[in-house]
């Protein structure tokens, strides 16, 4: 896809959304895209490869966060993968802190490479196992986040750690979210978070639902959280 088709795409989708791009966000958006469909051919990325689905499943998806997130704010992005939703929220507010988690180390040179080419500013990586990291950064970010990781009460023993006091948790979901929810009150009570908003949207020019779940950290989380990597998994709290 050329740029001149990218920019277009980009920007009608975006504003459809209420954010106004910049060309030279425009451009950082274009480059990354380009690196992610480069590398995807080495290692596995992703499986969306059309850049117009690249636009609206990646780069507009993980945007839909954006108002949450204020300048100066220090933001984990837990599991990023190939960066989602953390490098498209730090092109659009590189005012922010941004830390990028992730256990495979191939996708965290990747991202150290995104970072250098689109030069990107206020942001860094760290290869971790994320039971790890969190036992190392309790109660340190604004906000944590995730995108399509791990069922809602598994997630928030990975997030809920890592979220200062009246900081929150955004969890990015797809559609069926409702079950998730219900079984997710036991580990919202134990690890100190409370649910304070769910917004339901749908992707725009598109029948793709997203459930995107704020939860408040209104108290301390017990220091045993998270438990040894694989637990969370294996044994949810329910």
Not at 51 to 56: Q, R
Not at 79 to 100: D, M, Q, R, V, W
Not at 129 to 142: C, G, L, S, V
Request: aromatic fraction near 6%; charge should be positive.
């Amino acid at each position: 896809m050329k740029i001149h088709e990218f920019a277009k795409e980009l920007k009608e989708k975006a504003k459809l959304i209420n954010i106004e791009l910049e060309d030279i966000k425009i451009e950082k958006f274009y480059n990354y895209m380009n690196l992610l469909l480069e590398w995807n051919e080495k290692i596995n990325l992703t499986a969306i490869t059309k850049p117009n689905e690249v636009i609206l499943k990646h780069f507009i998806d993980s945007a839909t966060i954006i108002k949450y997130i204020e300048n100066n704010m220090s933001i984990v992005d837990v599991g990023t993968g190939a960066g989602f939703p953390g490098i498209p929220l730090n092109i659009i507010n590189s005012n922010a802190k941004y830390t990028l988690v992730d256990s495979l180390n191939k996708r965290i040179n990747f991202l150290n490479e995104v970072i250098e080419k689109v030069e990107l500013q206020n942001i860094n990586t760290v290869h971790s196992r994320i039971e790890d990291f969190a036992k190392k950064n309790k109660e340190k970010f604004d906000i944590a986040t995730s995108r399509a990781v791990a069922s809602l009460n598994v997630l928030l023993e990975y997030l809920l750690p890592l979220v200062k006091i009246g900081g929150i948790c955004i969890c990015m979901k797809g559609a069926n979210a409702k079950e998730e929810i219900e079984n997710a009150n036991k580990a919202l009570e134990i690890l100190g978070g409370k649910i304070e908003k769910i917004e339901e949207i749908t992707l725009p020019e598109s029948d793709i639902v997203r459930n995107i779940i704020i939860v408040r950290k209104i108290k301390s989380t017990p220091n045993k959280y998270p438990r040894k990597a694989g637990m969370a998994t294996k044994e949810p709290i329910t």
